[in-house]
T-cell receptor, first 114, second 112 residues
Framework: ETGVTQTPRHLVMGMTNKKSLKCEQH?????MYWYKQSAKKPLELMFVYSLEERVENNSVPSRFSPECPNSSHLFLHLHTLQPEDSALYLCASSPDPGRGETQYFGPGTRLLVL | EDQVTQSPEALRLQEGESSSLNCSYT??????LFWYRQDPGKGPEFLFTLYSAGEEKEKERLKATLTKKESFLHITAPKPEDSATYLCAVQDLRHGDYKLSFGAGTTVTVRA
């Protein structure tokens, strides 16, 4: 499935680094999402964008900064992360943010913070 | 607060040994219930969406059913390639339309 792509697939960073995760969707969807998946925990919604406007910030620390320049691209800018931020970060998209529409996920970026 | 509980946490099956996974949920009103399959190191892959009690959907060896309080994912005559973690998620009418609440998943291992 290549509808939602994410880069990089793996990332190792120190606590003082700044890095960015990129997501691109080729499905013509209007909504995009960032999720965090930690070991043995359910997926946690971080951010939601609808038509490039942020509609949800799920109490995420400010060291995570999203950016949605258009409806096909989504970024997650990372700075001064903590080791507990190590996780799989998943991007998803859906036709519209509502009415029970299915969210389609990318392959994820495995992040390790040292 | 939505609650989604999946059981069992892990399931080991012999090839051909049918079984069922459970997803119990608590919502104020169900907008939709979603099943995903996730392979190690990969993103969740969409399987089914169910909207109302009594609804059933099938895909190859998988069949999903829905009641007012739970959903089952039945795996019939599984093969080793069915080994994965199966995730259940619900969308509540009360929340913003977009929010999915996920369970922790059931990891299925099918031995040849």
């Amino acid at each position: 499935e290549t509808g939602v792509t994410q880069t990089p697939r793996h990332l190792v960073m120190g606590m003082t680094n700044k890095k960015s995760l990129k997501c691109e969707q080729h499905l013509g969807h209007n909504a995009m999402y960032w999720y965090k998946q930690s070991a043995k925990k359910p997926l946690e919604l971080m951010f939601v964008y609808s038509l490039e406007e942020r509609v949800e910030n799920n109490s995420v620390p400010s060291r995570f900064s999203p950016e949605c320049p258009n409806s096909s691209h989504l970024f997650l800018h990372l700075h001064t992360l903590q080791p507990e931020d190590s996780a799989l970060y998943l991007c998803a998209s859906s036709p519209d943010p509502g009415r029970g529409e299915t969210q389609y996920f990318g392959p994820g970026t495995r992040l390790l913070v040292l | 607060e939505d609650q989604v509980t999946q059981s069992p946490e892990a399931l080991r099956l012999q090839e051909g040994e049918s079984s069922s996974l459970n997803c119990s949920y608590t919502v104020s009103g169900l907008r939709g219930l979603f099943w995903y399959r996730q392979d190690p190191g990969k993103g969740p892959e969409f399987l089914f969406t169910l909207y109302s009690a009594g609804e059933e959907k099938e895909k190859e060896r998988l069949k999903a059913t829905l009641t007012k309080k739970e959903s089952f994912l039945h795996i019939t005559a599984p093969k080793p390639e069915d080994s994965a973690t199966y995730l259940c998620a619900v969308q509540d009418l009360r929340h913003g339309d977009y929010k999915l609440s996920f369970g922790a998943g059931t990891t299925v291992t099918v031995r040849a």
